[in-house]
């Protein structure tokens, strides 16, 4: 015993304390137990006859936000309140206790994971932002996988709808997670911020005419107001940071859900798992979205860190390409049916402008416009070429769908990486670096497998043929000019440029084909979802996040993650338009997916001293190395 320090006595003060500490552990335990099993009965009542599948899964959002909250340690509240209530709303089998285990556990792994990397729950970083989508991702997918296994092994799963309800089962406790737990995290850590009146008055505004939108869209099905919707649910999270995000990524959850249960609005379908569907993927992608534009919406100096800026470029870049290749292979083929290919460039790029400019209202209109003053005579040339590019690849892309199979059309239109290496050889030279060379041989090869191996019922009309190899010349023009005309703030001012030059030269386009779009498409909601799509997660954000990627990968690699969209297309194909996929276009998509490992890891970024198509027209040197982010607090 030290010098000076008094006996420990024993007596009641030790029980005292445990005991106090157990009421701590009752006073944030219990009503978590009680929210997390009224949200499972709420869940149950959404489930349809023969699946044990809940169209709509939210508890795992309040289990998350509890355990980062209150403390991994009420892990057992969850347990024992939905081991107690689930049996009784979903009914007692022998998987019932195993199956919320699992829940638990992916829930527990989760704030494991955002506790570890110190994602902040105030989500005011894009790595944040991407950090609870892939802790979401590490934690609930494999927690799934034995619930389902379970459900397989009792005989549980429906048979008949197997891979439906394996996909609703995941997407809808990934959307809980994200969409609930996210919005949940927020509004908690900004539970002491003091807005302004004038604040205050903003965002009773926007959120009165978010939920006016979202009133008319989703219970009452009028489609063309998904454009106003998401453009006011991107201002939101711009004007207000993450808590507007978090409101608006709740209201689009609460109000779409309704449509899921009633069958009506824009999620159509026979069933509530087919409604269901459309609904998580739908949710779960505007979520994110606006998550990550509040993010960078917050006004913090690292709310788009360089660091780590080309893992983050990667993922980014990949699922543009993701997106891009259902985009092109299902929305696009579908369109083609009903509209002429120059209509679906028209309305595709207007939507895309439209929603463009409510990010660049909410982000803030000024930083955005002084950008624009700044732009040198190069940069603005440099962006109306692009903006006349993207327009034309859009339309010669569409002719050449509309003419030859659609995966055909996208693996051709796909090789801007080849195209790309021949005009800066051209242009610089200069032998580029090796793994430019083998990259861009590798995807050549990649696409001939693809185009060897598919099917061609419809026949290889040559002209369709050069159009598409044409979009891949012009998607190497869009490159070329963003590497050119990259200014030293977001890429919205640039893409603002680009997108309202390429809607004006599609409207030309038209006007000289006599091919303007009857205003009745607008009436139709297949028909607008569809430009909704295209014009968003088709042609906005691949172009956004390329923008953004090329100060950090260079044109080259930023173009090598364009290969991606043929695979994507070949695998939408088949789940979509039941096309048969042969054994050589197995070798194509393996040989393009080296082609990109090869560009990542042989394209190193000292090769500074060749032409900007390679280098991605570093000045200086200055964003060729990501600095180092200052450590940041746990959630």
């Not at 347990?79 to 049996?87: C, D, E, N, R, Y």
């Not at 034309?392 to 769908?401: D, G, H, I, T």
């Amino acid at each position: 015993m030290r010098a000076g320090s008094l006996p420990r006595v024993p007596g009641p003060s030790l029980s005292i304390v445990r005991s106090s500490r157990w009421a701590w552990w009752l006073v944030r335990a219990v009503p978590l137990g009680v929210a997390f099993a009224l949200a499972d009965w709420v869940s149950s009542l959404t489930t349809q006859a023969g699946s044990p599948v809940a169209g709509i899964w939210f508890p795992g959002g309040i289990a998350l936000a509890g355990l980062v909250i209150g403390g991994i340690e009420l892990w057992p509240a969850l347990l024992v309140g939905g081991s107690i209530t689930s049996p009784i709303w979903n009914g007692f089998s022998a998987t019932s206790i195993p199956i919320v285990a699992t829940n638990v556990a992916a829930a527990v792994i989760i704030a494991l994971l955002l506790r570890r990397f110190r994602v902040r729950s105030t989500l005011d970083r894009l790595v944040d932002v991407l950090g609870l989508a892939g802790a979401t991702v590490i934690g609930a997918v494999p927690m799934n996988a034995i619930a389902l296994c379970l459900l397989g092994v009792t005989g549980k799963l429906p048979d008949d709808r197997l891979d439906a309800s394996v996909a609703l089962w995941i997407l809808s406790s990934v959307t809980g997670y994200i969409v609930v737990g996210g919005a949940l995290l927020v509004l908690y850590g900004n539970r002491r911020s003091r807005p302004s009146a004038r604040t205050w008055a903003e965002a009773a505004a926007l959120v009165a005419a978010l939920v006016a939108c979202a009133f008319a869209v989703f219970p009452q099905g009028i489609g063309a107001l998904e454009i106003v919707l998401f453009a006011v649910a991107a201002i939101t999270a711009g004007r207000l940071g993450p808590p507007g995000a978090a409101i608006a990524s709740l209201v689009l959850f609460g109000f779409a859900a309704e449509p899921v249960l009633s069958g009506g609005g824009p999620f159509q379908g026979a069933t509530v798992m087919q409604r269901s569907l459309s609904y998580q993927v739908a949710v779960l992608t505007i979520a994110i979205g606006i998550q990550v534009i509040g993010a960078l919406g917050s006004g913090r100096d690292d709310a788009a860190p360089s660091v780590p800026g080309r893992i983050v470029a990667f993922v980014l870049l990949s699922a543009g390409g993701i997106l891009l290749g259902l985009g092109q292979a299902v929305v696009a083929i579908d369109l083609i049916s009903h509209i002429h290919p120059a209509q679906i460039a028209l309305v595709a790029m207007c939507i895309a402008l439209i929603v463009l400019l409510g990010v660049i209202a909410g982000t803030g209109p000024r930083r955005h416009l002084a950008a624009l003053r700044h732009g040198g005579r190069s940069w603005w040339i440099a962006a109306v070429i692009t903006g006349i590019a993207l327009v034309a690849s859009e339309e010669l892309y569409l002719n050449a769908a509309s003419r030859i199979e659609v995966t055909s059309a996208v693996a051709l239109a796909s090789l801007a990486p080849v195209v790309l290496l021949i005009i800066g050889m051209l242009s610089a030279r200069a032998i580029p670096p090796a793994g430019v060379l083998i990259s861009s041989f590798l995807a050549a090869v990649g696409v001939v497998a693809l185009l060897v191996g598919g099917e061609h019922t419809r026949g290889f009309d040559r002209g369709a043929v050069f159009m598409a190899l044409g979009a891949a010349a012009c998607i190497a023009v869009v490159l070329i000019g963003l590497s050119f005309c990259r200014a030293r703030t977001s890429p919205a001012p640039i893409m603002a440029v680009v997108f309202t030059v390429s809607t004006a030269g599609a409207l030309v386009l038209c006007v000289a084909t006599a091919q303007l779009p009857d205003l009745s498409v607008f009436t139709d909601e297949t028909l607008v979802g569809g430009f909704f799509y295209l014009g968003i997660a088709g042609i906005l954000l691949p172009a956004l996040v390329s923008t953004w990627a090329i100060p950090v990968l260079g044109a080259q690699r930023t173009a090598m993650f364009e290969v991606i969209a043929p695979i994507v297309a070949i695998i939408a194909a088949k789940v979509w338009l039941g096309t048969n996929v042969a054994s050589l276009e197995y070798v194509g998509i393996a040989v393009i997916i080296a082609s990109v490992v090869v560009s990542v890891r042989l394209h190193r970024p000292e090769h500074r001293h060749h032409h900007a198509l390679f280098s991605g027209n570093h000045e200086s040197g200055s964003h060729d190395r990501p600095s180092g982010d200052a450590p940041v607090s746990a959630p």
